[in-house]
């Protein structure tokens, strides 16, 4: 069993820079690839940005490529979402991943215009 608490989120105006931090429970924590999804109101979840159990492979959804970047710590059992250029269309809660099977609560990141 892996425990996810997202922490991070905010407001912030369009333009600025959140980073998102999800830690892990568990001493498997390394093993697993992570990723983070979104979903805003009305809308379906959907992938934000994923990372291998390594590090070495990242991959991201068209819509915030060249503007967030993943990263995790196995140190820390964290892995982190530095979100710049945020842009209010980014308004959504955004859930930490492992393995595409446990899910963290969410934290709520808000973009105003």
């Known amino acids: 069993q892996v425990q996810l608490v997202e922490s991070g989120g905010g407001l912030v105006q369009a333009g600025g820079s959140l980073r998102l931090s999800c830690a892990a429970s568990?001493?498997?924590?390394?093993?697993?690839?992570m990723a983070w999804f979104r979903q805003a109101p009305g809308k379906e979840r959907e992938f934000v940005a994923g990372?291998?159990?390594?590090?070495?492979?990242?991959s991201y959804a068209d819509s915030v490529k060249g503007r967030f970047t993943i990263s995790r710590d196995n140190a820390k059992n964290t892995v982190y979402l530095q979100m710049n250029s945020l842009k209010p269309e980014d308004t959504a809660v955004y859930h930490c991943?492992?393995?595409?099977?446990?899910w963290g609560q969410g934290t709520q990141v808000t973009v105003s215009p």
């Open positions: 568990g001493r498997t924590f390394s093993s697993y690839a």
């Open positions: 991943n492992a393995q595409l099977i446990y």
């Open positions: 990372i291998s159990w390594s590090g070495g492979s990242t």
